[in-house]
């Protein structure tokens, strides 16, 4: 079973780059998101999807942007990457946004911008 | 004042030991309550999960719950090099859901 997997592993973007991190689930989740981590400042979550088609803000949207075509696949978009931007990025998934549905993490992309 | 505060360690501890590590939260509107295993290099994985005040057991992992205090514990029996991560704790009221910045735990053998 794959789970959560997140594409690339590793990226250093330049300031004012565009990139697009991947993330697919093959667990059928309706639900998925998208964390960023800092030293010192936990889990942020930045954008959630309660299906293919929908989409929603979470604490930290500034900056990124998303889309959900299909069930399987939740990509997000930094358009103008800024230093601020440098973070490890967590995908998620769960059966349900309730405390009985655990999140399901992918191992994250290492982002860093200069 | 962050809803959630958890120290960020190290902790260092040597094999065989007893672990306590900690969370306190402002908000009373928690009811759930979870601790989330991270291992270097990996994204977070749930170890347990409790509602509302009291105790659970795993094994050799044992949550509680003092929601009079607003304070969670995760205990560590019998602790193994294989326990080495970094603990987040987290809560949530019914779609909120809050992390801990997590403790990061390392056992020498």
């Known amino acids: 079973n794959a789970g959560v997997t997140q594409t690339p592993k590793f990226r250093i973007l330049k300031i004012g780059q565009s990139m697009t991190l991947q993330c697919t689930q093959d667990?059928?989740?309706?639900?998925m998101y998208w964390y960023r981590q800092d030293p010192g400042m936990g889990l942020k979550l930045i954008y959630y999807s309660v299906g293919a088609g929908i989409t929603d803000k979470g604490e930290v949207p500034n900056g990124y942007n998303v889309s959900r075509s299909t069930t399987e696949d939740f990509p997000l978009r930094l358009e103008l990457a800024a230093p601020s931007q440098t973070s490890v990025y967590f995908c998620a998934s769960s059966y349900a946004r309730d405390a009985n549905s655990p999140l399901h993490f992918g191992n994250g992309t290492r982002l860093t911008v200069t | 004042q962050k809803e959630v505060e958890q120290d960020p360690g190290p902790l260092s501890v040597p094999e065989g030991a007893i672990v306590s590590l900690n969370c306190t939260y402002s908000?009373?509107?928690?009811?759930?309550f979870m601790w989330y295993r991270q291992y270097s290099r990996k994204g977070p994985e749930l170890l347990m999960y409790?509602?509302?005040?009291g105790n659970k057991e795993d094994g050799r992992f044992t949550a509680q719950v003092d929601k009079s205090s607003k304070y969670i514990s995760l205990f560590i029996r019998d602790s193994q090099p294989s326990d080495s991560a970094t603990y987040l704790c987290a809560m949530s009221q019914t779609d909120k859901l809050i992390f801990g910045t997590g403790t990061r735990l390392q056992v020498f053998p």
């Open positions: 409790t509602y509302s005040s």
């Open positions: 908000n009373s509107a928690f009811q759930y």
């Open positions: 667990m059928n989740h309706n639900y």
